[in-house]
């Protein structure tokens, strides 16, 4: 087993205020991850929090980087890959719940708050409402006062609270300034490949004015053809999508009649299997 710890934070109810912050960071995510990602961030948690209430030594090294490694490689197996955007937050919330079994000193209890808040800004990723807002200000909340007492040990619980609520408040006109006077680009900064396919090649049943110009060319296979005897000429092979015959500013259904599609040429011998 370990040395014993070495914290800022000794007392449970600071403990307490600590691990809360990171579950409420981490609890949207839970019906979107594996069901085993789940059960396993809730035993470190629930581990964790014993081991503050007994002033129990924490596990060893070698046995955290084996419990690492396996749950990097089940993250892989599960997705496939460990990057986009369900796979990392996946890795992130499994390897945030891990640290807690090695946080001993100052500067972890500063990495597992700056992972809170990282992973509190992910759950944006999936649902922007104001209720998902408003968890996530309680949950910086909790971070803050926790970031509060890890500089303060001696302070009282409802000192670190004012703390970072007092860091919140004045924080927040320049959130205001920000969102309303910062520009935001239409779309997101960077590109995850769970979103890869968002913008890739395609048309579906119906159109709007405009839709076709955001459409971006992609390498990915449109469609499959199968032809009943020879093929014809490469020059010949041409499918045109559906042709609008009224401009409005509603779109388009071709089921009513609306647009209609047209064969470029008459290619009798070909069965085309659409995937």
Known sequence: MAKPLDLPIQRFRDMAILLAGLALSAAPHAARLTWWVSSAAALFFAWRLYIAWRHHPLPSRWLLIIIAAGGIIGV??????????????TLLVLLMSMKLMEMRARRDVFVLVFLSYFLALTNFFYSQTIPTAALMLLTVLLVTASLAGANAPARPVAANLRTAGNLLLQAGPVMLLLFLL??????PLWGLPQDANSGVT???DSMSPGSLSRLSTSDAIAF??????APPPRGQMYWRGPRSGI?????GDPAAGVCTRRSATRLSAIRSTMK
């Open 76 to 89: 892989y197996v599960s997705f496939r890959t460990i990057f986009g955007r369900d796979a990392g937050v």
């Open 182 to 187: 910062f520009p935001r680009a239409q779309g």
């Open 202 to 204: 395609g048309l579906s």
């Open 224 to 229: 499959r053809v199968k032809f009943q005897g």
């Open 247 to 251: 401009s409005t500013a509603r779109p």
